[in-house]
């Protein structure tokens, strides 16, 4: 039988500008985020190169300004987000037995906004110098009166276009994980990747606000001489500080909650065992989330606050090593008594644990506000998030890499080569940042272009180099293994690890357009291990076969976002002069920022008076999937 | 400098409390790492194994041993952490004993005023070894953040009448080095200055010498140049503005804006004698510091030696 009405199927790039389908966003989101995370590695290389040597003049002093502001930004919003957002697109709806996310159109929005901002902070590179006052972006440095260039304005700008896509990301995972769960997957059944996922898309819906707000202030600051920050005329600079670190704080959770995720199915899979204490783990996580918002002062311990605010954020922020400790030990109770297989996933996530344990005790001694004093905006700070960040958001995010790559590739990635990036990676990393605790303690200030002889820096500051230098090593053998592998044919089965647990794992790989023939019933925790040990193959369908509902492709999401970039360079480049000439009448009037603003407009009018309600695929069009009759 | 060497009561308050995390901590790693180990050797799968583990749920007993123990440990730490808190949070400014300074910091330079004594400098702290030293600390400009590794934690500069207090104490005589901790600007890395401690007695030869009128050049022409070129924004002894580094006896202090260290043995790329590194300096600050509102002064090489020989004889007996 045809389909009732026509439906408009793009093939090539057209396929991918329009797609609403959570796997290729999924995708889209891993492309994009590996791409910017090569660019800030690369910003990282080049700051370890300037710092390996004292008084070095490799890169200019605000050159490495610019340097380091661009390597924070972009590692936390263009590389460590997306790439989270690429697993939970790719495997949140597969977890839980949806055939998509709530949102398909608003998905694709939350990709290329997402986008658009990213490519437009990096515009700066090439338009007169990039944002250079941190990646905390700390007022007054950051106020017109000492950035006179136009670095900032695409600092504000650009994360807030990002933004946008993140909120909106954040706001389709919560409504998809309450509405669109399989029969019978109730809260306690789902898997633990889903759990954070949800507990990261919650945090993200209370934190983003605030970095919208705060950027915006800054915005009227930069754009239009407001005063919020600029203290000369009554503004307040601290007052940036605590908005940043309301949204910051939360964000370093909602970062590493999805690599907790990530790291629970790993162990439990490849040690063929069930999550040990999974309504702890469940609690745990729920516990960090919520203490997360409560411990933002921990950043401004040196502001001045005064000892009553320092000694409660210094308690809380201890509090969260009980959660965070819970986790530890369930993961090593996973492993105990299991029967463990060291794939390259597990390398990352056994990896993972011990050196995560060590972020996370230097958090703890971070929290104590007088050893704070001395510990603060040194380079033991830096060595403490990047063990957190790198030691536990991008090992999760690799090891999650190759667990699901044939799940989202229908390939599975070299094993070793695989394992050879395991290593050059993991012992990088440590020589990077182990010795970077001891460089911060003997008094070396973090964010320094350069540093002087004779201090006792100089060795090992040269260790922390090489350390990056074969860390850069591990990240291409990743990509040779990426390119080897897309070569090979697409051979992956089902449960290409043999020991899958939950839901993805009972359909091919890669998963089709529609995910579930039938919406699966789920019966228990690791709703698949439990059908195999009673010796079913696949799992019981909760419904006959029939049409399946499919939203439609749409171009407007990537329009939207191509306006809103135009929008921003035209508010951003307003103020300046140009003459008389047809530039300055079209930007002085600000009438580029209001065409980008009306191409944005225009396509939600579009897609609020078009009514589309997507097609069918019609039971006889679901070739090569045997059915189960219910 | 380092954290790890305290040369006060302070930074050594500071270090007990990171002794007992780091020692607290250092167990914890060792409890993780050595669990972890024993589980990946003694629980690593065999070649063929095709046997499935024991489906543990979890064990009540032991999540809670592992939600308590940490909470003692919190406490353990939790206790002293608040106690010194508030300790250190001990407001002087208004103790007559005290040695009361004002700090200032400016791209990229500090400035040092002895409200009490009616003394400006910059760039050097000098102070006496047998009192309290209390620091209120803003800034002109951007934020800072005033750090002596080896005598105190730091304390940010905050704009806009936002002033932080602080103490420290600094029993040994010596010369000891600080920073700036927070990214204010290109030359934030070279934001450094020293921190001179000195007896009782040489602190008030100190204060005296440097309310001492100070002397123009003799050669009417090089104090011409002075007057028209240098002290349009500095100050020496009673001569010139305010708005910039004070002058008065840079010729006996450890450093010319605040990153060449004088020394007769050069060593590094950073150090000279005390006339060559000014010379270094005027000839091009933004080579030395880049971003610096030093401006590059129209001067002959003759001048600028003049000027640079004139600077490094004024001395301060202290």
Known sequence: ?630 | MSTLRPQGPVAEEQFGLMKLTILIMVLVVVIVFAIAVYVIIRFRRRPGDKSIPAQVEGNHKLEIIWTVIPIILLIILGVPTVKSVFGLAKDYTKDPNAVQVKVTAHQYWWEFEYPNLGVKTAQELMIPNDAIISIEAKTADVLHSFWIPSLAGKIDTNPGGNVNVMYFEAPKTGVYLGKCAELCGPSHSLMDFKVKVVDRASFDRWVAAMKNPVALPADAEVAELLNKQCLSCHAIGGNGGPAFPNLTGIGSRESVAGILMNTDQPQYKNEGTVKDNLIKWIEDPQAVKPGTLMPKVDLTKEQIEAISDYLAGLKLEY
């Open chain 1, 1 to 630: 039988m045809a389909h009732g009405h026509a439906v408009k199927r793009y093939s090539g790039l057209m396929d991918w500008l329009t797609t609403v389908d959570h796997k290729k966003i999924g995708i889209l989101y891993l492309l994009a985020g590996g791409f910017f995370f090569l660019v800030g590695g690369l910003e990282a290389l080049l700051i370890r190169i300037q710092l390996w040597k004292p008084l070095n003049d490799f890169v200019a002093a605000h050159t490495f300004n610019e340097l380091l502001t661009m390597h924070g930004t972009t590692m936390i919003f263009l590389a460590a987000m997306p790439m989270i957002f690429a697993l939970m697109n790719a495997i949140v709806p597969l977890q839980i037995g949806a055939r998509d996310v709530a949102f398909p159109f608003v998905n694709a929005i939350g990709f290329w906004t997402f986008f658009a901002g990213g490519v437009l902070l990096n515009v700066s590179w090439f338009a007169g110098g990039a944002p250079d006052a941190g990646w905390t972006a700390y007022a007054p440095l950051s106020t017109p009166t000492y950035s006179t260039t136009h670095g900032l304005d695409y600092y504000v700008i650009g994360l807030q276009i990002a933004g946008i896509g993140t909120l909106v990301g954040g706001i389709n995972f919560l409504v998809t994980i309450i509405n669109m769960r399989a029969p019978g997957m109730s809260f306690m059944r789902m898997p633990m990747f889903t759990w954070t996922s949800f507990i990261t898309s919650a945090l993200i819906l209370f934190a983003f606000p605030a970095l919208a707000v705060g950027l915006a202030a800054m915005m009227f600051d930069r754009l239009f001489s407001g005063n919020f920050f600029e203290p000369t005329n009554g503004g307040n600079a601290v007052l940036w500080e605590h908005i940043f670190w309301i949204f910051g704080h939360p964000e370093v959770y909602i970062l590493i909650l999805p690599a907790f995720g990530v790291i629970s199915e790993v162990i439990s899979t490849f040690s063929r065992k069930r999550l040990f204490g999974y309504s702890s783990m469940v609690f745990a996580t729920v516990l960090i989330g919520f203490l997360g918002f409560m411990v933002w002062a921990h950043h401004m311990f040196t502001t001045g606050l005064g000892p009553v605010a320092n000694a409660l954020f210094s308690i809380a922020t201890m509090l969260i090593a009980v959660p965070t400790g819970i986790k530890i030990f369930n993961w090593l109770f996973t492993m105990w008594g299991g029967s463990i297989r060291f794939t390259t996933a597990n390398l990352f996530a056994i990896g993972f644990v011990p050196t995560f344990v060590m972020g996370g005790v230097t958090g703890v001694m971070l929290a104590a506000a007088p050893a704070d004093f001395q510990y603060h905006d040194s380079y033991f700070v830096v060595a403490h998030f990047h063990y957190v960040i790198v030691g536990g958001l991008i090992l999760g995010v690799f090891a999650g890499l190759f667990y699901w790559w044939p799940k989202m590739f229908g390939r599975m990635l070299d094993e070793t080569l695989g394992k050879f990036c395991f290593w050059t990676f993991y012992i990088g990393f440590h020589l990077t940042f182990f010795v970077q605790h001891f460089l911060g303690l003997m008094g070396m200030p973090r964010r320094v272009w350069t540093y002087l002889d004779g201090l006792g820096f100089n060795n090992l500051n040269l260790i922390s180099t090489i350390g990056a230098i074969l860390m850069g090593i591990g990240t291409i053998a990743f990509l040779l293994n990426v390119v080897i592998t897309a070569l090979k044919p697409k051979n992956a089965s089902n449960d290409p690890w043999e020991d899958g647990r939950t839901l993805e794992w009972t359909i091919s790989s890669p998963a089709p357009e529609y995910n579930f023939l039938q919406t699966p019933l789920v019966r228990g925790y690791d709703a698949f291990w439990k059908e195999k040990m009673e010796g079913k193959k696949a799992m019981v369908p909760a419904e006959p076969i029939g049409p399946i509902h499919m939203p439609s492709p749409s171009i407007l999401p990537f329009v939207m976002s191509v306006g809103l970039f135009i929008a921003g360079l035209g508010f951003m480049y307003a103020k300046g002069d140009y003459g008389t000439g047809i530039w300055a009448s079209i930007l002085n009037n600000h009438i580029l920022a209001i065409f980008g603003l009306a191409i944005t407009l225009g396509c939600m009018f579009l897609r609020s008076v078009y009514d589309d309600h997507g097609f069918h695929i019609e039971p006889d069009e679901l070739h090569g999937d045997k059915g189960v009759k219910a």
